[in-house]
Each structure stands twice: as C-alpha cells, then as structure tokens.
C-alpha cells in the first residue's frame, strides 16, 4: 500500500468536492472554504500607482472578505499602506490573480517575498514565513482511506497505511515545510486510527484536498473490490 499512495502523488491526485475526511474544526473550515471560494469571484482591475492599502480593500470588497494585514510585518521589508503598486489586466480575472500579483509588485526588490491565506474567516496577507508560521493542528480519520483487501491481510496493517498516507503528505503538501523533510513547520503523528497534524493553515487546506480525493479513489476501488 505504501507503494501505490506515492504513484498516486506523482500521478497527480483528482479534484473532488466531497465531503473531508478531516474530523475537527469543522466550522472554522468552512469558514475558510468560503473565503477561498469567494476570491474566486471575478474582477476587472487597473492599478495605476495607488496605494496598496487601496488596491487591497478594493480586492476585499469585490470578493466580499474581510481582511487583515500584518502592517507591522511589512513595515519591517520598507512597506507600508501608502506603498504603490501598478497591476494592470486586459480582461477580467479572479481576486486570487489580482492579490498575487499585486503583493508580487509590492515585494519586488524587498527581502520577503509576500503571500496571503485564509484563517478564522479572514482574508490574511503578510509575509510568507509568517504567515506559515500561524499553525493549527487538526486531526484526520483514516477509515475512509483504508482498502477494504488491506484489511484482511495482518502484514499490511493500519499502521503501514497509514505510513504511506503520511508520506504522500510530506511529498505533495509543501514538502519542505515537514519536520521529517528536515522542515520546521509542519509535524504529523498517527494513533488510534487518526493522523494528527500540525501545519500552517494553507497547507492544512492542501492536505484536505489531498486526502478527500484519496479516499475518493478508495471508495471506488473498494466497490469494485466488494463486487468481485
């Protein structure tokens, strides 16, 4: 089982809007979900020399978010809300473009390269290392990630798989943020049938995705398995 989860990564793991696997926190997710969603929204954007602080409300407002810079932080590269920034599109795009390319012009030439996330509802924007430094820590059922064969079979134990879960985890979802890949943020342990896991709140969101279109493959693979 070990082998086929890495395949899986390399293959490249599917879209699935399913139901998460995950078993805590789970309003503070859908909270952020739909700050997600919403920078999806479409705008039409002409920044010409204005004021970050400008340029940033108005990309809150069009996607209805509230938001929260870490000013401070910024301050500290040489930016600050009166910073210009020039972004100009041909056509329309979503907010999530017109955020990075904006930050990307406000970072240019700065020591930090900038980025935003969604946490506690919040559209929140700073420098990258510090916003991975906000952690959280969820934890996530494996049942639905189990092969119904595997379970028959002592050598190919919850535990392997759960190894091989972990795996996938810490080759797909910023792979160098894992302790193990010799990282500093993210952290991953197994008991009792549930991975617990330390890791910023964009990677949190990654290893959602990730192990919602994994159980997703095994949920079909273990209806062809109990159709034999």
């Not at 920034?85 to 017109?98: D, G, I, M, N, S």
């Amino acid at each position: 089982f070990i082998g086929w989860p890495m395949a899986l990564a390399h293959a490249g793991w599917p879209t699935h809007n399913g139901p998460a696997v995950v078993v805590t926190a789970q309003r503070q997710i859908a909270r952020d979900d739909e700050v997600r969603r919403r920078l999806m929204t479409a705008v039409t954007v002409h920044f010409s020399k204005i004021p970050i602080r400008v340029a940033l409300r108005y990309l809150a407002h069009a996607a209805h978010v509230n938001l929260f810079v870490y000013w401070h932080a910024l301050a500290a590269d040489g930016c600050g809300p009166s910073t210009r920034v020039t972004v100009h599109f041909t056509h329309p795009v979503t907010v999530a473009t017109a955020l990075r390319f904006s930050l990307a012009a406000l970072a240019a030439g700065g020591p930090s390269p900038l980025g935003y996330t969604a946490s506690h509802g919040l559209l929140m924007v700073g420098p990258r290392d510090l916003l991975a430094m906000q952690v959280v820590t969820r934890c996530y059922r494996l049942g639905p990630l189990m092969l119904v064969s595997t379970r028959r079979h002592p050598a190919l134990s919850h535990r392997l798989q759960a190894i091989g879960i972990l795996k996938l985890l810490e080759n797909t979802a910023d792979r160098s943020a894992w302790v193990d890949n010799g990282g500093t943020v993210n952290i991953a342990r197994y008991m009792d049938g549930t991975l617990i896991i330390t890791a910023s709140e964009r990677d949190q969101w990654r290893i959602q995705r990730i192990l919602t279109a994994l159980a997703a493959q095994v949920r079909r693979r273990n209806r062809k398995i109990t159709q034999r």
